[in-house]
């Protein structure tokens, strides 16, 4: 490279880091930087629906194996203090039922998601690893 055109980049450099967020190749690290890239024509008009679709956070579910995932209730295991009698429990299961109902007879398009808490970014396990 010449001369000229490592002082122009060094130059750059000192002006952009302090506001980039990030440091230019041969930053502490030594690691890489890959920037976001967003291809509309892949994955539709960038907003947060389509974003945490492409990133695994939701995906895609059958609304009636939504439906029993609330009867069933099984994310309040998640809580010791939470008990209901059978009275409440029918109470529940009726009320669920009854939204069902609204929701299908009310939407012409009903989109369920099952949502990822677990994310680990870049995350690859080794399952041939002990």
Known sequence: MQTKTEQILATL??????KSGFNLPGHEDGGYISPFVWEVSQNGEFNILNLSRFQG????????VTIKNWQAMEYVNKFNDFALNST???AWLNKIERLSQILSKSLQDLECFKVNLCIIPNFKSDTSAK
Not at 13 to 18: D, W
Not at 57 to 64: G, P
């Open 13 to 18: 450099q000192v002006i952009i880091e302090p």
């Open 57 to 64: 956070w939701l995906k895609l579910t059958d609304s009636d």
């Open 88 to 90: 409440e429990k029918i």
